[in-house]
Every structure is written in C-alpha cells, then in structure tokens.
C-alpha cells in the first residue's frame, strides 16, 4: 500500500502524456522548448519546498499510501513527482486553452 500514491501520479501522467500526444500541446509540439520549461518549473517548486521545509513552514504528512523514501529532509520522493505532475498539466491546460481561443478567434472573423 506504501506505492498507492506514488502510483496515482504516474498514472495521472501517463494521462497528460496522452492529452499532449493527441492535442500536440506541449512535448509533441515542441520537445525542447517542453524539456526546458518543465524542468525548470520543477527546479523552482523544488527550491522553493526546500526553503519552506528550511524555514520550518513546510513538514512532510505521512500516510500509508507514501512510499517512505525521501531525496532531503521532510521532502518525499513523490513530491518530485507531484510537482512534474502540476507543471506538466498547467502547460497542457494552457497550450489547450490557447488554442481555444485561437481557433474561436478564427470562427469570429470567418
């Protein structure tokens, strides 16, 4: 039970990884520009974990469903997961939005 939520999240990105590859959002669009801003979007969430967890503003809730492990004091591993999870769906949710809007600005002057 110790892999539930680590598990979750996989599964949740295989799930964005199946929206990009149908819509060509954000990977399948352009997988450099994609490589570039995920990892750095993860690298800032993670430093700021790591300044929240140093000034004692964040803890670590244990649960069944965790695996335990952890990559720094009071940050599990899925929380590197979780924030690749949460920068992945924002690109999706915005490239998709755009293109939205792109295409109803294109019906409005059709």
Not at 34 to 61: E, H
Not at 70 to 75: D, G, K, N, S, T
Request: net charge neutral; charged share 15%.
């Amino acid at each position: 039970m110790g892999i539930l939520y680590l598990a979750a999240l996989l599964v949740s990105l295989g799930g964005m990884v199946v929206l990009d590859r149908r819509w060509k959002l954000f990977f399948f669009d352009s997988p450099g520009r994609a490589s570039v801003v995920l990892v750095a979007g993860v690298v800032f969430f993670l430093v700021w974990d790591l300044f929240g967890i140093g000034l004692g503003i964040f803890f670590r809730g244990e649960t069944a469903f965790m695996t335990g492990i952890l990559i720094a004091p009071e940050l599990p591993l899925e929380e590197v997961f979780f924030l690749t999870l949460l920068c992945y769906l924002t690109m999706n949710a915005f490239r998709g939005a755009q293109r939205v809007l792109e295409h109803r600005a294109e019906r409005g002057r059709a």
